[in-house]
């Protein structure tokens, strides 16, 4: 059973809505574009295989998994209503990890980075955790500016925890929400 959450406000230019089977069909001709995967160590789904995914999401994490937390949302844009891509976080111990899919028709308009900031906010307001982990492919240039204009640092091998995400030679990345709050202060 998935947990239930406070909700958050739509953020400035984007509304979040629980991953549900039926938005495999409308999300379809974003997540189905090869160019999602050129970093993905996994094949393009095909529309079947996403409604597949998209049915265990909205069922959460399976019981061999079930120290985990599966938080899955379809993102839209506020104005038109289009979903324009996914925003994801496994929520194990006192960590999150994240990943997020565009379409590449919205890259580049800092609509992922709006998405990640309200994530983490979603999760710091419902499990009051401040660390969070993603891993990007070496040669995902757009993925590590994304996470780095987010607030992570690539962190060392030697602290990393266990990342259900990481495949070998991703580099990883971390973010402490601590950091922007100690700096917000010392700024004010």
Known sequence: MEPRLLPLPASERLSYERILRSHAAELEPILCDPRVYEFIDCDCPTPADLEESFRRKEAGAPQHRSDEKWLD???RLT??????GLLEA???EERAEVAYLFG???WGCGYAAEGLAWLHELIRTNFGIRDFWATAKPGNERSMRLLERSGYREAPSNTWPRLTSYD??????????????TVQRSDA
């Open 168 to 181: 070998p030679g991703d580099r990883v990345f971390r973010y402490l929400a601590e950091q922007d709050e």
């Open 73 to 75: 949302y379809a993102v």
């Open 104 to 106: 590449p028709d919205f």
């Open 79 to 84: 104005g038109s209503g289009v979903a324009i």
């Open 90 to 92: 496994t929520i194990l």
